[in-house]
Every structure is written in C-alpha cells, then in structure tokens.
C-alpha cells in the first residue's frame, strides 16, 4: 500500500521550533518532488516548501523564507520540515504530498496539526 504519513506537530509557544516527518512506504520519495502545505480554518490551502527530488533544489514561501527548511533522508524515506521562530499565523494542520504537473495523481498524507500560542 502506499503512504504517506506525517508526525512531529503539537502545540508550541511563539518564538519556539518543531520539526516535522513524512514517512513514505510503498513507494520511493526520491523519485517525486515533495512539498509541505499547511490549511488553517477559514483559509485555503497554500504551498509551504517543496524539494525538487533530481536536483535537490528547495523553494519556500515567502511567509516562511529563513525560519523553515525543508530536507529529504533517502535511507529513512522521509521527508522533513524544520521549523524555527514559529509565530501564530503558522498555526494550521500540515500535510506533505507528491507534486507533479498531474494533481489527480498525487499521494497526500493525513496532516498533522501546528499550533503556535502562548
């Protein structure tokens, strides 16, 4: 079966830091691209960061340009999102996905909810 599941959120205070996982299985990260989205309630989806797997280029939004950074561990198959100086408006449920120009065809995992407060 494939899969994607995401783990490392929580709730964290202004200012603090998490790091989030996605774990794949039945299928080989290292062949797609991978990018992290987050949806908070009333908003819409939106891009966070994603890695380009052929030649390991990243891209970040600019709400989070300096504060995340996003990798990809091969021999674990898993994908990581740090996140550092987090500030309340990172509060949202994240969700790491396939990206390919066929969005149909994409495997998303089940998000893991960020909550940022003091």
């Known amino acids: 079966q494939v899969q994607l599941v995401e783990s490392g959120g929580g709730l964290v205070q202004p200012g603090g830091s998490l790091r989030l996982s996605c774990a794949a299985s039945?299928?080989?990260?290292?062949?797609?691209?991978i990018g992290w989205f987050r949806q908070a309630p009333g908003k819409e989806r939106e891009g966070v960061s994603c890695?380009?797997?052929?030649?390991?280029?990243?891209h970040y939004a600019d709400s989070v340009k300096g504060r995340f950074t996003i990798s990809i561990d091969n021999a674990k198959n898993t994908v990581n999102l740090q996140m550092s100086l987090l500030k309340p408006e990172d509060t949202a449920v994240y969700y790491c996905?396939?990206?390919?120009?066929?969005?149909?065809?994409?495997?998303w995992g089940q998000g893991t909810q960020v909550t940022v407060s003091s």
């Open positions: 996905a396939t990206v390919s120009p066929t969005p149909t065809r994409d495997y």
């Open positions: 890695i380009n797997s052929s030649d390991g280029s990243t």
């Open positions: 039945g299928f080989t990260l290292g062949h797609y691209n």
